[in-house]
């Protein structure tokens, strides 16, 4: 990612922040920035340019004791890759303690330059009781201030809301993986003039290399094959485990991000906007096969939510859920496949 020092800020800052409610945090927060900048792009757009679909099941790395499972690229990657493709610089920091980074957005607030930060969305008092647990990836928007209290701008909130600074602090400053460690960003400088067409290129084609050449077992659509044959297992951990492994699948790909059937859906609109940009149907015609993909991804979501509720250990259910998931895969290896094979 480009940077540019603190002072180099466009003009147009200076304007009223829009708050616009996304599907996605970071694609969210990073549409709702570029346009705030006077970059027109939607949040299909910035996801599809942003390689933002991929697929992991880390075993090794553990989410609250729990095996890891990511339907999307690493932390700030959507961030990163967005900025570069399209010529945008962004300024990003990180800070030693919670005074400096609490300082810092003081100083940007009192500028009127608003500023995305990665968060904890367990110490986001706004956010449902039920949404709140230790997630360490959350991005947001702070726009300005009333009173003591920071305006916030969070993609998945209906309008704006506001944060006492002892816990956006927190949220910005949570231990565990990824640390946030007070991360902030802003948007430092926009070209006048942007081509679409290869950035839109570079975007399929890196979410084509993600999802089918990743070498490893664990990652890509070999990852959701891999899975597949975890969870025919599950049982043998035993009640408890076994709810909380195929639960927090489903709270990874449902309310984490919208992996499942949302990024697909997503993914979609962003090929039904760059075939029209492109002037290109294929990608227009694929666009429509990935939604039937996507309604596979959100029936598996819907059965694992049956298993889990059963609060028992039906060997039988987990074999079935093992096969949709199977299917799933088939899937997607078809479509990304034919992706691959389109000529931009």
């Known amino acids: 990612m480009q940077t540019a020092a603190p ?64 339907y999307r690229i690493w932390p700030s990657g959507i961030l990163n890759k967005v900025c570069k493709r399209l010529g945008v610089q962004v300024h990003s920091e990180k800070f030693s303690n919670p005074q400096k980074a609490m300082a810092a957005l003081d100083q940007a607030v009192a500028a009127n330059i608003p500023v995305g930060m990665q968060s904890s969305v367990y110490y986001l008092p706004y956010l449902p009781q039920a949404y709140r647990f230790h997630f360490n990836a959350h991005n947001l928007v702070v726009f300005g201030k009333e009173g003591n209290e920071y305006l916030v701008s969070d993609p998945v909130m209906e309008g704006p809301a506001k944060i006492d600074p002892e816990s956006l602090a927190q949220a910005r ?93 997503m993914y979609a609109a962003f090929l039904q906007e760059a075939g029209i940009k492109l002037q290109n149907d294929e990608l227009r015609n694929l666009a429509q096969s990935l939604t039937a993909v996507g309604d596979e991804w959100r029936n598996f979501a819907f059965e694992a939510g049956r298993v889990c509720k059963a609060r028992t250990v039906d060997q039988n259910a987990f074999v079935n859920l093992s096969q949709l998931l199977m299917h799933v895969a088939e899937g997607e290896q078809q479509f990304f496949t034919k992706l691959s094979k389109v000529k931009l």
């Open 7 to 70: 002072g180099a800020i466009n003009n147009k800052m200076n304007q009223q922040f829009n708050h616009v409610q996304s599907a996605h945090c970071e694609s969210g927060v990073v549409s709702n920035l570029l346009r705030h900048n006077g970059l027109q792009i939607s949040e299909p757009m910035a996801f599809g340019i942003g390689s933002g679909i991929f697929f992991g099941h880390l075993p090794f790395v553990k989410v609250n004791g729990i095996p890891g499972t990511t």
């Open 173 to 265: 400053f949570a231990k565990g993986y990824p640390e946030p460690k007070g991360r902030m960003y802003h948007v430092s400088h926009v070209p006048s003039q942007v081509d679409f067409r290869k950035p839109v290129k570079q975007g399929i084609e890196q979410t084509c290399n993600f999802m089918l050449k990743v070498p490893f077992p664990m990652l890509g659509i070999k990852g959701i094959r891999y899975l597949s044959k975890k969870i025919v297992k599950y049982p043998e951990l035993g009640e408890r485990k076994a709810a909380l492994f195929l639960g927090n699948i489903i709270r990874m790909q449902e309310e984490i991000g919208t992996g499942g059937a949302g990024f697909r859906f």
